[in-house]
C-alpha cells in the first residue's frame, strides 16, 4: 500500500434526487479525474491522466467510494453496485447510491449541495508499462498516466498536496534511463575492447 498515490481535483461533483418520489434516495455524481489536463508542478514533473486509462481498473479493480479518504465512511463499493464507475469524454465518471444514514446527510450531502464541498480525489497505483516520461517544448518533465489501478475515489474538504514520493522516484529513475553515459564509462570500455584485440593478436 505504500506505493499509492492520490490526485484531487475542483469537479462537477453534486447531489442529485428523483423529484417525483418521494423521500427517494440521494446520489452522488460527478467526476473523480479529468482527462488531458496537466497538474500542478508535483516535484519536478507535471502530470496528465491520458483517456482509457481506467478501463481496465473499471473492469477489474475493487473500488471503494469515501469521504475524506477514510475508511470508517464507506458511500459505496463497485462490488456491491453502489459505486459506478466509467469513462466519458470528460474523464472518470462516478454515480454512489448513498447509504441513507442521518451521518451522512449531515457529514456528506449537506456540505456538497451547500457547496462547501466541491473538490474530489482517488488513490492509484500505476499498472505495468502504464505510463510515459517526456519532455515538452520547454524542457519540462511530463509524466502521462495510461494504465492505472484504482483503490478509491474520495469527496474531500480539504485535498492534501499530492503525495509525490512515488512519482519523484519514477521521474528519478526516467531521468536516469535517458541521462548521457560518463565519459570514465565509455573509457573503460575502450580499455576493454584495447586488451581483448591485445589478447586475440
Known amino acids: 500500500m505504500n506505493d499509492i498515490e492520490r490526485r484531487f481535483a475542483t469537479v462537477d461533483i453534486i447531489v442529485v434526487r428523483d423529484e417525483k418520489r418521494e423521500n427517494a434516495p440521494a446520489k452522488i455524481m460527478g467526476h473523480a479525474a479529468v482527462f488531458n489536463q496537466l497538474s500542478e508542478d508535483l516535484g ?67 456540505p456538497i449541495e451547500r457547496g462547501d464541498v466541491t473538490q474530489m480525489s482517488f488513490g492509484f497505483s500505476v499498472r505495468p508499462n502504464g505510463q510515459d516520461w517526456a519532455k515538452d517544448d520547454e524542457g519540462r518533465v511530463v509524466r502521462t ?4 489501478r484504482l483503490f478509491d475515489v474520495s469527496a474531500v474538504t480539504f485535498p492534501a498536496y499530492p503525495q509525490t514520493d512515488v512519482g519523484v522516484r519514477e521521474l528519478r529513475a526516467y531521468l536516469d534511463s535517458i541521462a548521457p553515459v560518463p565519459l570514465w564509462s565509455l573509457d573503460l570500455a575502450k580499455r576493454r575492447i584495447q586488451l581483448a584485440e591485445l589478447n586475440l593478436a
Not at 49 to 57: K, L, V
Not at 64 to 76: C, K, M, Q, T
Not at 145 to 148: Q, V, W
Request: glycine letters at 6%; aromatic letters at 6%; a negative charge.
Open 44 to 110: 519536478g514533473f507535471r502530470e496528465q491522466i491520458a483517456p482509457g486509462a481506467f478501463s481496465e481498473a473499471i473492469e477489474k479493480d475493487d473500488v471503494r467510494a469515501l469521504f475524506n479518504h477514510d475508511a470508517n465512511f464507506v458511500l459505496g463499493r463497485n462490488r456491491s453496485k453502489t459505486l459506478t464507475l466509467s469513462e466519458d469524454a470528460r474523464g472518470l465518471a462516478i454515480e454512489i447510491d448513498i447509504p441513507q444514514t442521518q451521518t451522512i446527510r449531515d457529514l456528506v450531502i449537506a
Open 145 to 148: 498516466l495510461k494504465k492505472l
